[in-house]
């Protein structure tokens, strides 16, 4: 049983029930009128995500098959760039994360790495925010960066 | 006839052509950059026009926001990956062609089905716009409620492996709307104090995370498997005697996209996911559906490019603006002398007839520059698929930091990818999530406003009007119909299990 349950997919189904949970009773313990359609809406996740939990726990056998793999670094770069692009503007969190991007979808000779690393992130960067003046996030009050 | 001959005359310079051409062709490669969508591409062209004269600055913008429309099914059909939300259903089947190696099939319906659906509601646009913007009056909030409660039944439609994990995606993209301050009352929900929060969140960002950002992660697990890698995109066109045998599906998707844009507040993701519910339940080759069927394709692709003509009714004839898209071109307009409202067709005849001739030169231009746009993706997929990989973060990292300025959507976006990969890997379908993100604040407002109106008696709605009793109806039998099928299905699966159990037990 517990086995089942570490499965990552009953997991991820008791995950989206509880988060349900938590944002129901933050529905219903709020105003009623501007509540009305969240608490029908989470209700309906709570139960579903409920039922998609036992479905998946009679389904599944053992704690399935997990290997080892990079991914997660790609995903927590991906998140800490998203994070830091509101104190360190647009450009500087780019650059580290496209050339990872391009590292882990192995691009690994030294100048296409640099050369698409600066392509894709400063020139992309330059293009918007100072050709075409759509204003990026920066980090200087000036706007130049 | 003397103002049609003057406004083709107007429409037929060579500036406004040239604009024409530079919009349309630059309106496609916006639209198939995953999350630069029509805004973006409004944006940078709006300044440019400052110095035009009404009609080429008008054509450039029309050039871009059709164009923009039609990319968005380019990497759609490609990568999975929709450049705008309002190709997100074109994904459902022009996806799966692709993985069948029916790219060219599927590129080429997705470009003649857009031409059509540009075409036709430009032709509903000329005769009709008067009747239709009197009969979308009639659209009031309980009309609409029930309107979009039929369009929410293709949520069930579209999660073929699941459907309650269809609706549970379903309900966490309604949630996702739902965050942010209350429509009717603006009261904060599910901010948990956070002032960032308050503004509520876009559907950019989450389309961008659920299927741009998710996409790559999925790719990062087969990067090493050569069969995995990008198709080459080619474009074929039907031929005439295939599209004739697609005509009802042609007509009966831009008729819904003509209808659904000439509704305020709609807009063309609603009216792709509307038309798309519809071919599920009329279609003659529904079974296929999602299963790479270009049925699909002309369903999503026609009506998405008739809301372009349609969504100018409301706009020109009412003065209202049917989303933001439209309100930055009823923006342009002011600024170049339009003056959009009821007195519009009586004291500027000639320039709104060329406004319209525009249109349908643009949906020309459009299926004229499909080949060479679609090369130019080409060329770009050629390219390592690393580098792709990148483009298209930078891409959905400047179409999520625009949408609004906030650098929260982000955040949001990163986060909706990491979870929608989650969800892929356990088989959640992502097109409901879109679904109930669309269609779900419309939903909540019009059925808020009703029951204000109806002072809190739900059952008043269904007998408000002949429109809702229709649209009730068809509800009603779409959800008995839905029921009896999956029983029928369950019944003839579980007999066909039986018969093979007996047949090897012999």
């Known amino acids: 049983m517990v086995a089942r349950l570490a499965h990552p997919r009953v997991l991820l189904a008791l995950g989206l029930f509880l988060i349900g949970v938590v944002l129901a009773f933050h529905a219903w313990s709020g105003p009623a009128d501007a509540m009305l359609v969240p608490r029908i809406v989470l209700t309906l996740w709570c139960v579903i995500a409920l039922a998609i939990t036992l479905v998946e726990l009679s389904r599944v056998s053992g704690m399935g098959s997990g290997s080892l793999s990079t991914l997660p670094v790609l995903m927590a770069a991906l998140l800490i760039a998203a994070i830091a692009v509101a104190s360190l503007g647009f450009l500087i969190p780019s650059l580290p994360l496209v050339a990872l991007t391009l590292w882990m979808f192995r691009l690994r000779r030294p100048l296409p790495l640099a050369v698409g690393t600066l392509v894709i992130a400063g020139g992309l960067w330059f293009l918007f925010h100072h050709v075409l003046l759509i204003r990026l996030p920066t980090l200087l009050n000036s706007g130049a960066l | 006839m003397d103002i049609i001959l003057a406004a083709v005359s107007d429409a037929f310079t060579w500036q406004a052509l040239l604009a024409i051409v530079i919009g349309t062709w630059a309106g496609i490669i916006i639209g198939g950059l995953p999350g630069l969508g029509s805004v973006v591409g409004l944006t940078i062209f709006l300044p440019f ?45 022009g996806y799966p062609m692709t ?14 089905a857009s031409f059509f659906g540009g075409v036709f509601s430009c032709v509903i646009l000329i005769f009709c716009a008067p009747q239709l913007a009197k009969f979308a009056v009639n659209f009031g909030s309980i009309e609409v409620f029930a309107l979009i409660c039929l369009a929410m039944m293709c949520i069930v439609g579209v ?23 209350d429509p009717i009352t603006g009261a904060d929900r599910f901010t948990f104090g956070s002032y960032a929060l308050s ?16 996409e790559i992660f999925m790719r990062f697990a087969t990067r090493d498997d ?32 003509s209808f659904i844009g000439a509704l305020p507040g709609t807009g063309a993701a609603a009216a792709a996911f509307i038309s798309y519910a519809t071919a599920q339940k009329l279609s003659p080759r529904r079974d296929r559906l999602g299963k790479g069927e270009p049925d699909g394709i002309i369903a999503s692709e026609s009506s998405n490019n008739a809301v372009t003509g349609s969504s100018f009714i409301p706009t020109l004839a009412l003065g209202i603006p049917g989303d933001v898209v439209t309100a930055m071109m009823m923006g342009a307009m002011v600024i170049h002398g339009i003056t959009p409202g009821v007195r519009l067709m009586v004291d500027q005849a000639q320039t709104v ?9 643009v949906n020309v231009a459009m299926l004229i520059l499909s080949k060479p746009s679609i090369g130019l993706f080409r060329y770009l997929f050629r390219l390592h698929q690393g580098y792709i990989m990148a483009a298209i973060v930078i891409f959905s990292f400047i179409g999520a930091a625009t949408v609004r300025g906030n650098p929260l959507d982000l955040v949001v976006a990163a986060m909706t990818g990491i979870l929608a990969y989650a969800l892929r890997r356990a088989d959640y379908p992502m097109a409901p999530l879109v679904i109930g993100m669309v269609l779900g604040p419309e939903l909540e407002s019009s059925l808020r406003r009703g029951l204000l109106i109806k002072r809190g008696d739900f059952l008043e709605f269904f007998t408000h009007s002949g429109i809702s009793m229709t649209l009730f109806s068809l509800l009603a039998l779409f959800i008995v119909w839905t029921v009896w099928s999956s029983i029928a299905q369950q019944r003839q699966a579980s007999t066909a299990s039986r018969h093979a159990e007996s047949n090897s037990a012999k």
């Open chain 2, 226 to 257: 050569p069969s995995a890698k990008i198709p080459e995109a080619t474009l074929r066109f039907p031929k005439l005697s295939e599209w004739f045998k697609r005509l009802v599906e042609l007509v009966r998707g831009s008729l819904i996209g």
């Open chain 2, 353 to 361: 007839y060329s406004l319209f001739i525009v249109l349908i030169i």
């Open chain 2, 159 to 181: 999660s073929k492996g699941s459907v309650m994990k269809g609706l549970v995606c379903g309900m966490v993209g309604f949630f996702l709307s739902m965050v942010g301050s």
């Open chain 2, 49 to 93: 026009t400052f110095g035009m004269d009404t009609i080429t600055s008008m054509a450039l913008l029309i050039g871009v926001y059709c164009g923009s429309v039609y990319g968005g099914s380019i990497t759609a059909i490609l990568i999975n990956t929709p450049g705008t939300p309002q190709s997100a259903a074109t994904t459902f089947d």
């Open chain 2, 199 to 214: 503004s509520g969140l876009t559907l950019i960002p989450v389309v961008v995370g659920a299927f741009a950002l998710s």
């Open chain 2, 99 to 112: 993985q069948q190696g029916r790219v060219d099939e599927a590129l080429g319906w997705a470009t003649f």
